[in-house]
C-alpha cells in the first residue's frame, strides 16, 4: 500500500473517530451537529483521496461525485437539523407554532 494513502486513510478515520467521541460526549444538540457537520466532511474527504491513490482513475473520479455530493448537501442538511431542534426547544423565543392562528402568533411574538 502507498505510504502516502496510508497516512490519509488513517488521519480520516482518526478525524471521524474524534467526530464520534465528540457525539457521546457534547452535552447539547448544538455541540453534537456541530461535531458531526464539521468532521464529517473532512474526514471523508482524506479517506476518499487515500483511497483514491490506491485504486486508480477511475475509482477516484467516482469518489470526487461522492465527495462534491457530501460537501454540497452535508451544509444545507446540518442547518435544517439546528433549525428543527430550536424550533421545538422549549423556552426558546423563535419556537413558533406555523399551525396556530396568524393572531395568536403575533400575540407570542409580541410578549
Excluded: C
Excluded at 497516512?7 to 474524534?18: N, Q, R
Excluded at 482524506?46 to 482513475?57: N, P, R, Y
Excluded at 470526487?64 to 460537501?71: I, M, Q
Aim: glycine share 10%; proline share 5%; hydrophobic share 55%.
Amino acid at each position: 500500500m502507498n505510504p502516502a494513502a496510508t497516512v490519509l486513510i488513517l488521519t480520516g478515520t482518526t478525524i471521524a473517530a474524534l467526530a464520534g467521541i465528540g457525539l457521546l460526549r457534547f452535552g447539547t444538540a448544538y455541540a453534537r451537529f456541530h461535531a458531526a457537520g464539521k468532521a464529517s466532511p473532512v474526514a471523508f474527504l482524506l479517506v476518499s483521496a487515500g483511497a483514491g491513490i490506491e485504486l486508480g482513475w477511475s475509482a477516484s473520479a467516482q469518489l470526487v461525485v461522492a465527495a462534491a455530493a457530501l460537501v454540497l448537501t452535508l451544509p444545507v442538511g446540518v442547518h435544517l437539523l439546528f433549525r428543527a431542534v430550536h424550533r421545538t426547544t422549549p423556552g426558546s423565543r423563535l419556537t413558533v407554532d406555523e399551525l396556530a392562528p396568524a393572531e395568536l402568533r403575533a400575540r407570542r411574538r409580541r410578549s
